[in-house]
């Protein structure tokens, strides 16, 4: 309780900030600010407070979730303005959902384990979704289309899991993952007439949805593994560019120096320790 009282102050003004920035003699580009126009800066937050966490750079992640407060707090003096709600609708609605999601704290339900507490979360979300007027058709729905692709593929699966819909174990998967690419392989086998490019998409896309999958049955977070990788190849192409001299000396060598040049890197670069 302390923490939220010593909170409470900085929060305040952040709000007095915001609202004092789209008055009406505040900033001009505040003020020309719509929902739809901070979407995309709000997505870089996001993106750049994962980025802060990956590399434990802690001092930063405290000025990137400053900036991620900002975008809520953007949307919720916009919608007050339109008479939609307020922070403090946004605040009141969050903690009676934390309390109602967590009657093994705040009831009489006993959870044993993180895996009770998270079949009760989805059972009273279904429940919640029951009751709403606007209900979706499907228990997917909920899940939105704008996501990440990587995500969105995760959550559908998990969803999915839900009701019994899945793999029985990652062993599975394996199996499946080569059936995928048996099937992208025939598509692309050489036959009178050429593979189209929407039925190479098409296959490419369920290998990359069970490779999805079988990351959630290793309990690894799909787009954190990506990620890694993606920070792994940048380290080791730089390591190449810097052997061999600079970009456009790596550009002029041939196939089997960028060959030698790979395996020197991968040698060469070690992997930070992740704490």
């Not at 966490?53 to 339109?82: C, H, N, T």
Request: net charge negative; glycine share 4%; aromatic share 6%.
């Amino acid at each position: 309780m302390e923490a939220a009282n010593s909170a409470a102050a900085p929060l305040a003004e952040s709000i007095a900030i915001m609202a004092r920035l789209r008055g009406p003699d505040g900033c001009p580009w505040d003020r020309e600010q719509t929902f739809d126009s901070i979407k995309r800066h709000t997505l870089e937050e996001i993106y750049e407070v994962f980025d802060a966490i990956e590399r434990r750079a802690w001092p930063e992640l405290k000025d990137e979730l400053g900036d991620l407060l900002l975008q809520v707090l953007f949307y919720a003096q916009m919608a007050s303005e339109a008479g939609y709600f307020t922070l403090q609708d946004v605040a009141s609605n969050l903690n009676a959902k934390l309390v109602r999601r967590h009657p093994h704290i705040f009831g009489d339900v006993v959870a044993s384990d993180s895996a009770d507490v998270l079949r009760n979360w989805e059972q009273i979300k279904r429940s919640e979704k029951k009751a709403s007027a606007n209900s979706q058709s499907s228990m997917l729905d909920e899940i939105p289309r704008s996501m990440p692709a990587v995500l969105e593929a995760a959550k559908l699966g998990s969803r999915a899991a839900k009701v019994g819909f899945d793999w029985p174990s990652a062993d599975g998967l394996f199996d499946k993952l080569q059936e995928e690419i048996g099937e992208l392989k025939a598509e692309l086998a050489p036959s009178p007439g050429a593979a189209s490019p929407s039925a190479i998409e098409a296959e490419l896309g369920d290998l990359l949805f069970t490779a999805v999958n079988l990351a959630r049955h290793l309990k690894v977070d799909p787009e954190s593994a990506l990620r890694a990788a993606n920070a792994k190849f940048r380290r080791r192409f730089a390591a190449m560019e810097s052997a061999a001299g600079g970009t456009d000396a790596l550009a002029a060598s041939t196939p089997s120096e960028l060959d030698i040049l790979w395996n020197q890197a991968k040698n060469a670069v070690s992997e930070p320790p992740r704490p």
